[in-house]
């Protein structure tokens, strides 16, 4: 029998929605994991979308190291996986309590990590805007929130959204993988 996790939503005003439960791919459970393995449409090595901390926790068998606490009453915050230089989690939590009920929201990957994962087609942290629009011609471009720079979302077939940040309007300093809300959020958990 293969495990279960919950479908997680997130409403405009930050709250969690979970909804109906859907099947671990099977290939996430038997790649070997490292700070530069690939990012798929449902996450990141042990770190699925919508799936518990605990469950990635486990899954993992190594410790993550809490990087971010935001300040929303202990409902959200980021953990790496392999220190400093690698792809970071956000967790949401639907209430206070155990961080290990937390869910995992988004993954994110910037153009300082020195393990930057592929995201999707090729493409890193560091792709051109020729690169991803090629990749992604469907891309929906949107202005950057505090700079000349643009974001490209693309919204995958598992309704997950990839989120390409320009800051320069060049070159994507970040990629973010979540679930759709939850990948487009611009000051971290806000």
């Known amino acids: 029998m293969r495990p279960i996790r919950a479908c997680v939503g997130v409403l405009s005003a930050g709250l ?3 909804g109906s439960a859907t099947p671990v791919p099977a290939s996430a459970k038997a790649t070997p994991f490292g700070a530069a393995t690939p990012f798929d449409s449902s996450g990141w090595g042990p770190f699925r979308l919508g799936e518990s901390l605990r469950s990635a926790k486990s899954a993992f068998g190594g410790k993550l190291e809490q990087v971010a606490y935001d300040d929303f009453d202990g409902q959200c ?3 790496k ?3 400093d230089d690698s792809p970071t989690v956000m ?3 639907p209430k206070k309590g155990n961080p290990d009920d937390g869910i ?3 993954i994110e990957s910037d153009s300082d990590d020195t393990n930057r994962p592929v995201a999707a087609k090729g493409l890193r942290a560091g792709a051109t805007k020729a690169a991803i629009k ?3 011609p469907k891309a929906k471009q949107s202005p950057h929130e505090y700079t000349d720079g643009i974001y490209l979302d693309v919204t995958l077939k598992s309704k997950r959204v990839i989120r390409f940040e320009l ?3 060049k070159v994507a300093n970040q990629i973010f993988l979540g679930v759709n809300g939850a990948a487009q959020l611009v000051e971290g958990c806000a």
């Open 16 to 18: 969690l929605v979970i």
């Open 104 to 106: 995992v929201m988004r």
């Open 134 to 136: 090629k990749a992604f």
């Open 77 to 79: 915050w980021y953990v």
């Open 167 to 169: 800051g320069d309007a």
């Open 81 to 83: 996986p392999f220190g």
């Open 91 to 93: 967790i949401q939590s």
